[in-house]
Nanobody
Framework: GHLVESGGGLVQPGESLTLSCTAS????????MSWYRQAPGKERESIAY????????DLADSVKGRFTISRDDDKKMTYLQMNALKPEDTAVYYC???????WGQGTQVTVSS
């Protein structure tokens, strides 16, 4: 299997950004998907999860109310919609398939004025 993230970039505080993750090489619809992030000097943290059936979501307290995770099984993609971005959201964001222990290469998000 393979995961490829896209959509990162430099934004100002308060702005929005949507990350995308494209999956290949496995039956995407069968697996829950996660987004993690890792800020400089910090451990990688789980911030969002979506189940394979029903698309039930769970978000970390640090992003709840600002971020939304979603998926499109037909396109084999998962998304992370990020609103009201803060400087502390600056990190490398990773797509992850937990059951397969599959990771993408990451995409950098920088929030700075």
């Amino acid at each position: 299997g393979h995961l490829v993230e896209s959509g990162g970039g430099l934004v100002q505080p308060g702005e929005s950004l949507t990350l995308s993750c494209t999956a290949s090489g496995f039956t995407f619809s069968n697996y829950g998907m996660s987004w993690y992030r890792q800020a400089p000097g910090k451990e990688r943290e789980s911030i969002a999860y979506i189940t394979s059936i029903g698309g039930v979501t769970d978000l970390a307290d640090s992003v709840k109310g600002r971020f939304t995770i979603s998926r499109d099984d037909d396109k084999k993609m998962t998304y992370l919609q990020m609103n009201a971005l803060k400087p502390e959201d600056t990190a490398v964001y990773y797509c992850h398939a937990p059951t397969l222990d599959l990771w993408g290469q990451g995409t950098q998000v920088t929030v700075s004025s």
